[in-house]
């Protein structure tokens, strides 16, 4: 990665281009024609200002210093106006070129998010894959491991007859299996075995 923080492998971004717009195409004739024709107050006043130039450095050959002094004066207001008027054709049609050049990068920042969305679903899927290889070469490992973390079956011991499913002689419950408790009919039987 370079210290600009874009990865110098990545292809160049793609910059979409206004059919409509001839800046990138056009040659220096055609460029100052549509210059002139956007904003013709710059190069009338580029004229103007040239051409008080021209009369205050006639007007000092002839020697005329009073005449000099005043398109000297003319000079300096032409070339005032001039300069507005470019800041004015600036403003005006930067403010179109700004919109445009918004458009411009904004469509360069999705392409941007674009690619790095990309990038990133490329990598967790690569992620992904990594993951569910390593899950595979575990399972084999895991399965030994858990057969014998449960040990040997477990050993019943042997059911007395006491212990047994209760009888219909006993008239019993599961209670009684586990001498919790006694129905009444056989405490009255066996209250009367012990008076005989």
Not at 134 to 148: C, D, G, I, N, T
Not at 188 to 193: F, G, R, T
Request: cysteine-free; aromatic content about 8%; hydrophobic content about 35%.
């Amino acid at each position: 990665m370079s210290s600009a923080g874009t990865d110098s492998n990545d292809a160049p971004i793609h910059v979409p281009i206004h059919p409509d717009s001839q800046r990138w195409s056009e040659g220096y004739r055609e460029k100052a024609i549509r210059k002139t024709m956007e904003n013709p107050w710059v190069p009338l006043g580029t004229l103007i200002t040239a051409g008080a130039l021209t009369m205050s450095a006639i007007r000092l050959r002839q020697g005329n210093s009073r005449s000099f002094q005043i398109w000297l004066r003319y000079r300096v207001a032409f070339q005032a106006l001039t300069i507005f008027a470019v800041l004015g054709g600036l403003y005006k049609y930067g403010q179109a070129n700004l919109e445009e050049n918004q458009k411009i990068l904004e469509q360069i920042n999705q392409q941007r998010a674009e690619k790095q969305s990309k990038k990133e679903r490329a990598e967790l899927e690569q992620r992904i894959a990594d993951a569910a290889k390593v899950h595979e070469e575990e399972q084999p490992l895991k399965k030994p491991r858990s057969e014998a973390s449960r040990g040997p079956p477990a050993i019943s011991s042997p059911i007395t007859a006491s212990q047994s499913a209760p009888s219909a002689k006993t008239g019993g419950s599961w209670w009684n299996v586990f001498g919790w408790g006694r129905s009444s009919n056989n405490s009255d039987s066996d209250s009367l075995k012990k008076d005989k």
